[in-house]
């Protein structure tokens, strides 16, 4: 007869919530017990059989049961809206689970089925340049109009702007905390908390009174990278955390992109290192979406599902539509010039034509004058 599931989700919190125990401890007490009641049922000397597990830990373990308030943990989650996930529960997101060190217990604030979405992390230093905070903006907005989730880590700099421009452009992000979902830092970004949970998710493995210890950082990095398709990191100094991110990027087998900067700056040191070490130099959304071939292809297919066209561009009559089937699989954007060359029609033409797919809502004009689809 197989363990009851609620019955082990409480036993896989408590042992969560044992400061001690990580992924790889909680694993090896589950492959030597069975379960996470097992764990916690066996006799002290057992558990500290166990590798990884000190005498000291495996006290910690067998006295969880008389120490350890899950009931608390739950009804604190509760009261403020939060959903905590175990990793034997069907909403455990996907993209999470085969990486190093999958967190066996994650906190939700908002909507859980967005960590299964397509997405492109976004981050940078905390103290970003005009030109980085630009950067960030423009890409982030690019990635939200086309549909991308956006995920960073709700740091001060461009973490924040990243969430704020997405959530601007109407599009969702999800931000991944290095502390509790019953702590609030940076104290500032309070607010956008809220905004984020009502058209996104925010996302924790730390307990709900776990406080923004300088350790937690680098360790929730590999989940920002790990809820992505790819990590961008927007401008950064050697020393950044958002090196950190991009290093668990490639761990998971993930694409690292990274925008060049002046020379001259110290915030452009770092992402200049990853471009020497093969990170892809990005201009745009556009590059992102060209390197990666899964999220080019299902765009195309959502664009022409939107917007059908005929497959040959020189058998159709009207203009609009050519430059239609051209601005829907440009996802970054495209100038006037570029589709006049492309259809070789006059400049005249052209800009008639945009006018009037602008008038009718089906593109935007974004600055520097390229044309995108607008998800109406």
């Not at 608390?72 to 993209?95: F, Q, R």
């Not at 997405?166 to 908390?193: D, F």
């Not at 006037?336 to 006018?355: G, N, Q, Y």
Request: aromatic share 4%; net charge negative.
């Amino acid at each position: 007869m197989g363990i009851p599931l609620e019955q082990e989700r409480l036993a896989i919190i408590r042992l969560h919530l044992i400061d001690e125990i990580g992924p790889r401890r909680y694993k090896n007490l589950v492959a030597h017990f069975g379960s996470a009641q097992g764990a916690l049922a066996a006799e002290m000397s057992e558990i500290a059989s166990v590798e990884g597990i000190s005498s000291a830990v495996a006290r910690k373990v067998s006295e969880a049961k008389n120490t350890l308030d899950v009931e608390k943990e739950i009804k604190d989650a509760n009261n403020l809206g939060v959903e905590i996930i175990t990793c034997v529960d069907d909403a455990y997101p996907e993209s999470l689970i085969n990486i190093h060190d999958a967190p066996v217990v994650i906190y939700v604030k908002g909507d859980i089925s967005i960590c299964n979405s397509l997405s492109v992390a976004v981050v940078g230093t905390r103290h970003p340049t005009a030109y980085g905070l630009s950067v960030a903006r423009a890409i982030s907005r690019e990635l939200a109009i086309l549909g991308i989730t956006t995920v960073s880590g709700l740091a001060r700099g461009i973490d924040t702007e990243v969430h704020n421009v997405t959530l601007s452009a109407g599009g969702k992000t999800i931000a991944v905390l290095g502390n509790g979902l019953g702590k609030h830092y940076p104290p500032e970004n309070r607010k956008l908390e809220d905004r984020i949970a009502a058209c996104g998710a925010i996302v924790s493995e730390f307990s709900m009174d776990t406080g923004p210890d300088k350790g937690n950082f680098p360790r929730r990095n590999r989940l920002i990278s790990g809820l992505a398709l790819a990590t961008l990191v927007a401008e950064a100094d050697e020393k950044s955390g958002a090196l950190i991110t991009a290093k668990y990027a490639l761990e998971q087998g993930k694409d690292v992109f990274a925008v060049p900067g002046p020379v001259f700056s110290k915030y452009s040191k770092g992402t200049h290192l990853l471009i020497k070490q093969g990170a892809k130099l990005t201009e745009s959304a556009q590059d992102i979406i060209e390197e990666i071939k899964p999220l080019e292809k299902i765009l195309t297919k959502r664009a022409k599902t939107r917007f059908p066209v005929a497959d040959d561009a020189e058998e159709m009559e009207d203009t609009e539509e050519k430059i239609m089937q051209i601005i829907e699989v440009n996802f970054g954007g495209v100038s006037a010039d570029r589709i006049s060359a492309l259809l070789k029609l006059e400049p005249a033409e052209i800009f008639s034509s945009l006018t009037t797919l602008e008038v009718k809502g089906y593109i935007r004009c974004l600055p520097g004058k390229t044309y995108i689809k607008n998800n109406r």
